[in-house]
């Protein structure tokens, strides 16, 4: 997996995997200095959020930095408000997109509008939710999430609000938290930032009503300590299983699947800037499809199309027929024309492992227009 650079190493000891290279370890004093501040953070933000009425709020965030599956679970939750007959919205600060945001944003949603280019104004999470969610949901970007919300109800008719990283936002009280944590390595080597990815000390965990894991495999599973965990720092909270599932590939823009393997192509390469691009390779080897190469950038990476094109070229190199890259970075990158490789989306979806219990009852009283 290459093109991470320093970030990569810095992850890699992260992780606290057998044989990875605790140097971060070295940074503890300055952990200490930021659980003090994200300390005072968190309880100045617990004295300011504030409801707006007619919204029942669905915040999703997560323990660490990197990807645990917020944003897809997010994305679930606000399909099933719109299975459910409902008007919701998709609330999100616009992380990864160049231009201030000093008003709500809604990412527009007319049928077949391109958004290629749009990311530096909506940010690439919020491209993605734009594209996969149906036109009843409202996606809007905003650091202020009161103001989204009230934009949300008051302009388009919203009823619940879902909160893509919405644990430490400070403007907007939720009814609901849920926190989507690492199947395998929950808590990483266990430190705070920098020294470890914890955000928040595992202990906030409480403070969850739902705890999410999402899976990217039929072979995978939660692991003992992430079990345990929960067992031990969020007794009250509901636990629900979710898979990551393959719809499918399809042309960048062009939202429309089809099966994979398309004819032709052997083998892939992987080209990404994720939070998590570890998982986006297990999850794609366990959708069977064949990996031969992975170029990793930074998450959120802005990728020059000479550098995409000379990723795409080592992919090739190394065996690999078509390139796929995430549903996040589809709209983020300026395809090179041409390109040394066809270049496909993975489109994917997320799918309840677990009966369906009453946590999900208030959110579809809401969506029924009940708060």
Request: glycine share 12%; net charge positive.
């Given at each position: 997996?290459?093109?991470?650079?320093?970030?990569?190493?810095?992850?890699?000891?992260?992780?606290?995997?057998?044989?990875?290279?605790?140097?971060?370890?070295?940074?503890?004093?300055?952990?200490?200095?930021?659980?003090?501040?994200?300390?005072?953070?968190?309880?100045?933000?617990?004295?300011?959020?504030?409801?707006?009425?007619?919204?029942?709020?669905?915040?999703?965030?997560?323990?660490?930095?990197?990807?645990?599956?917020?944003?897809?679970?997010?994305?679930?939750?606000?399909?099933?408000?719109?299975?459910?007959?409902?008007?919701?919205?998709?609330?999100?600060?616009?992380?990864?997109?160049?231009?201030?945001?000093?008003?709500?944003?809604?990412?527009?949603?007319?049928?077949?509008?391109?958004?290629?280019?749009?990311?530096g104004r909506y940010g690439d999470e919020a491209l993605a939710h734009r594209a996969a969610l149906p036109r009843s949901i409202a996606v809007i970007v905003d650091p202020d999430r009161a103001r989204a919300?009230?934009?949300?109800?008051?302009?388009?008719?919203?009823?619940?609000?879902?909160?893509?990283?919405?644990?430490?936002?400070?403007?907007?009280?939720?009814?609901?938290?849920?926190?989507?944590?690492?199947?395998?390595?929950?808590?990483?080597?266990?430190?705070?930032?920098?020294?470890?990815?914890?955000?928040?000390?595992?202990?906030?965990?409480?403070?969850?009503?739902?705890?999410?894991?999402?899976?990217?495999?039929?072979?995978?599973?939660?692991?003992?300590?992430?079990?345990?965990?929960?067992?031990?720092?969020?007794?009250?909270?509901?636990?629900?299983?979710?898979?990551?599932?393959?719809?499918?590939?399809?042309?960048?823009?062009?939202?429309?699947?089809?099966?994979?393997?398309?004819?032709?192509?052997?083998?892939?390469?992987?080209?990404?800037?994720?939070?998590?691009?570890?998982?986006?390779?297990?999850?794609?080897?366990?959708?069977?499809?064949?990996?031969?190469?992975?170029?990793?950038?930074?998450?959120?990476?802005?990728?020059?199309?000479?550098?995409?094109?000379?990723?795409?070229?080592?992919?090739?190199?190394?065996?690999?027929?078509?390139?796929?890259?995430?549903?996040?970075?589809?709209?983020?990158?300026?395809?090179?024309?041409?390109?040394?490789?066809?270049?496909?989306?993975?489109?994917?979806?997320?799918?309840?492992?677990?009966?369906?219990?009453?946590?999900?009852?208030?959110?579809?009283?809401?969506?029924?227009?009940?708060?």
């Open positions: 997996m290459k093109g991470r650079g320093f970030v990569g190493a810095l992850e890699r000891s992260w992780s606290g995997e057998p044989g990875s290279i605790p140097w971060t370890l070295a940074l503890l004093p300055f952990s200490g200095a930021y659980a003090i501040g994200s300390g005072w953070a968190r309880r100045a933000a617990a004295r300011t959020r504030a409801s707006v009425e007619g919204v029942h709020v669905v915040a999703v965030g997560n323990l660490t930095v990197g990807g645990t599956g917020k944003s897809s679970i997010a994305r679930w939750l606000a399909g099933e408000v719109a299975e459910a007959g409902g008007r919701g919205a998709v609330l999100l600060r616009g992380h990864g997109a160049n231009a201030a945001v000093d008003a709500p944003a809604a990412v527009p949603d007319f049928a077949g509008l391109p958004l290629a280019g749009a990311s919300a009230s934009s949300a109800r008051f302009g388009y008719g919203a009823t619940v609000a879902i909160l893509d990283d919405g644990w430490e936002q400070r403007r907007l009280a939720w009814n609901e938290l849920w926190v989507t944590v690492d199947p395998l390595r929950p808590c990483g080597n266990g430190r705070l930032l920098p020294a470890g990815p914890l955000r928040r000390p595992p202990e906030t965990l409480a403070q969850a009503t739902v705890v999410a894991f999402l899976l990217e495999s039929e072979e995978e599973r939660v692991s003992d300590e992430a079990s345990s965990l929960v067992v031990r720092h969020a007794p009250r909270a509901a636990v629900l299983r979710f898979r990551r599932v393959l719809r499918g590939v399809s042309a960048v823009g062009d939202p429309r699947a089809v099966a994979w393997p398309t004819a032709g192509f052997t083998a892939a390469g992987l080209v990404t800037a994720v939070g998590a691009p570890a998982r986006v390779e297990r999850f794609a080897r366990g959708a069977g499809i064949p990996i031969a190469a992975h170029e990793a950038f930074p998450d959120h990476a802005a990728v020059s199309p000479a550098r995409l094109r000379a990723s795409l070229e080592r992919l090739r190199a190394r065996g690999a027929a078509v390139a796929l890259v995430t549903e996040k970075d589809e709209h983020r990158w300026i395809v090179p024309d041409p390109a040394p490789l066809p270049i496909r989306v993975l489109r994917t979806g997320v799918t309840l492992l677990d009966p369906v219990s009453t946590s999900l009852l208030p959110l579809r009283r809401a969506a029924g227009g009940v708060c």
